[in-house]
């Protein structure tokens, strides 16, 4: 939070249910904005308490394909959480209400915006295949920021800031080695989840002895010398490591916790015209100063725009001339800017400075930092360090070192934390369609949506009906002008189902004739455009959650549709013939295992989830292992052995 604070006191660990004011005390902002966090935190961890990671209801933030787009597609309008964090994509309120909210898109978000001029850093590209993944964090927004914090009757003065939620839906690629068998969740975090659990921390100190060679003079002591309290705030710039192996991280820091900002009216080369020029010397600007030019788009980006050093400040115009080197892009604003230009001052007595690790780095007046070994710093880390006139001293946790004497604790940043979920898998075509996979959210109905339905628990048995099966066109995901009239058949039937008898979900089964990994592919995205036409056709999208592929060396390609009900255990076979007991759940049906592992286990001879559950966990090793050279982790077979016995005992 780059605001003016005395400091920052929440803590997690600390366990405060509540904040008491006491009568004639002094009321700190720390004390306000702590009780607030206690509410947030709780609110919180109370909503991912009972939703888990990432859950919502209904279309929101749905990923939905469309042949009429390109590299693009369409997000759904609603409301998601991800860990416990509301998440919210609603239509702009007009009056009078619009017939049709304009559809969303992914080029088009509003929280992660396209620079003019510049190529999206996000495009699709053609043949690709991708995991779109929700990615939540907080930003702060001050009055310069957003124009209604700002009440006009103050003349001019701010008062409190703002956090919001931004929502970002972003493509991670998928390479080949990438493990199909993956679910959503592990997916995702193998491939964005390490950048958020590595290591960087920071320590800090002011008060330290001096060590002396004379044992008869009393060691002198090294302090914090500031004439007044400070809020130091130690802020990545450059991405990276203290080595450079992944380019050299560098940071800036600021003794106003990053609060000193002037909005910028005009930029033009080197001249840039501002509101003001602060309210006094302190928070002002002068020459030789250091600041960054940043705006919403390189907020929200999360670009750092290198920093430029003041040269001149007409204080009657209120126009600054930067110092800019020869061939060293500025961005130009006018009056019009809609991006909330932003002029931010820093305070270190030089351009940004490299991270070295494990030594002790001055800022000033006696404060210093130290980098722990082993860091990948991203842009926008950040830790905040108050400094205290009275204990001469900075306000930062200890613990013992190694030789038993108190040192300063090596802590994390305070932020930026991201928060992400995972939404749907894609690929896209040559032509640059996108194909939809399997919808990776979790979603589920309102209490109120239950008790009108009518919904009981459900009962240990179930009656599984087969309905026409959808039949295509050679090396198409078109299905036959005849099959679209058994879709719409069975699509009735399925919403019939869905409100008289209790349906409780679909399970599509594509055959693939088509020989080969491009065959199965094939197969998966007709088993999708089957889901799609259900869907389009009023079936609800959490219903139809069960993509089987399988091949065959004749026959038509085509998608069966099974209607699964509450009721007595009943199978209605496909060829019409009685049949009796319950049917065994598919193996796809057990999270966690996919079209690979189904069909390794199925070459095994375990043909179903109840056959997957009897199974030693040393032997589905071996077999989920197969032929590619690495074992299956033994984490994830534990886990799927747990979830197969958890679907059999009907938990």
């Not at 065994?584 to 179903?608: H, M, N, W």
């Amino acid at each position: 939070m780059k605001a003016d604070l005395s400091r920052d006191t929440y803590r997690r660990q600390h366990h405060f249910a509540r904040v008491l004011m006491q009568q004639g005390r002094v009321l700190l902002d720390a004390d306000w904005n702590e009780q607030v966090s206690i509410l947030l935190e709780q609110t919180r961890m109370l909503a991912a308490d009972l939703i888990g990671p990432h859950g919502g209801p209904g279309d929101g933030f749905l990923i939905a394909c469309s042949d009429d787009l390109l590299c693009d597609f369409e997000i759904g309008r609603g409301r998601y959480y991800v860990d416990g964090i509301a998440c919210e994509l609603m239509p702009e309120f007009s009056c009078p209400p619009a017939a049709e909210p304009v559809p969303l898109r992914y080029t088009t978000q509003p929280d992660y915006p396209v620079p003019e001029g510049e190529d999206d850093p996000a495009e699709l590209q053609q043949g690709g295949r991708y995991l779109v993944y929700l990615d939540v964090w907080e930003r702060h927004l001050n009055a310069l920021q957003s124009d209604q914090i700002r009440d006009v009757a103050l003349g001019g003065l701010d008062t409190a800031t703002r956090s919001k939620v931004v929502c970002q839906v972003k493509a991670a690629p998928l390479d080949k080695d990438t493990d199909e068998d993956l679910d959503c969740d592990a997916l995702l975090d193998e491939l964005v989840g390490a950048d958020l659990r590595l290591p960087r921390c920071l320590r800090a100190r002011a008060k330290v002895e001096m060590p002396s060679d004379d044992p008869c003079l009393v060691p002198p002591t090294a302090q914090y010398r500031g004439p007044e309290n400070q809020l130091y705030r130690i802020e990545i710039h450059d991405p990276g490591t203290a080595g450079g192996a992944k380019g050299q991280a560098t940071f800036k820091w600021s003794r106003d916790n990053g609060s000193v900002v002037f909005g910028i009216r005009s930029l033009q080369g080197a001249i840039v015209r501002l509101d003001g020029l602060g309210p006094d010397q302190a928070r002002g600007l002068k020459e030789g100063d250091w600041v960054e030019i940043v705006d919403d788009v390189s907020e929200l980006l999360a670009r750092s725009r290198r920093l430029l050093q003041v040269e001149a400040v007409d204080r009657v115009t209120a126009e600054v001339t930067l110092a800019v080197p020869s061939g060293q892009p500025v961005p130009v604003f006018d009056e019009s800017a809609a991006s909330h230009p932003l002029l931010r001052r820093w305070d270190q007595p030089s351009d940004v400075i490299p991270v070295q690790e494990s030594k002790w780095i001055d800022l000033e007046d006696g404060v210093q930092v130290w980098f722990e070994q082993g860091g990948d710093y991203k842009t926008g880390d950040h830790w905040q360090v108050p400094a205290r006139t009275a204990s001469a001293d900075v306000l930062w946790p200890q613990e013992p070192g190694p030789d038993g004497a108190p040192r300063p604790k090596a802590l994390p940043p305070r932020g930026i934390r991201h928060h992400v979920a995972p939404l749907r898998r894609i690929e896209l075509d040559a032509a640059g369609r996108v194909i939809c996979g399997v919808d990776c959210r979790c979603v589920f109905p309102s209490l109120c949506a239950l008790a009108a339905g009518g919904v009981a628990p459900p009962p240990s048995s179930e009656r599984v009906e087969a309905l026409g099966t959808i039949v295509f066109e050679a090396r198409t995901i078109e299905p036959l002008e005849e099959s679209r009239a058994v879709a719409s058949e069975n699509a009735a039937r399925l919403r019939r189902a869905a409100v008289e008898a209790g349906l409780r979900t679909v399970r599509l089964r594509s055959i693939a004739v088509e020989e080969g990994e491009a065959g199965l592919s094939l197969g998966r995205r007709r088993a999708e455009a089957v889901r799609n036409l259900y869907v389009n056709a009023g079936v609800a999208a959490d219903l139809i959650k069960v993509l089987e592929v399988g091949s065959a060396t004749d026959g038509e390609p085509r998608v069966e549709t099974d209607m699964v009900l509450a009721g007595r255990a009943e199978v209605t076979p496909r060829d019409g013939g009685a049949g009796g007991g319950p049917a065994p759940a598919p193996l796809t049906d057990v999270p966690g295992v996919g079209g690979t592992s189904a069909e390794r286990l199925q070459a095994a001879g375990i043909e179903d989830a109840a056959a997957l559950a009897r199974m030693d966990l040393d032997r589905l090793v071996t077999v989920l292992t197969g032929d590619r050279g690495r074992a299956f982790p033994r984490a994830r077979a534990a886990e799927i052995l747990r979830k197969a016995r958890t679907l059999v005992a009907g938990g």
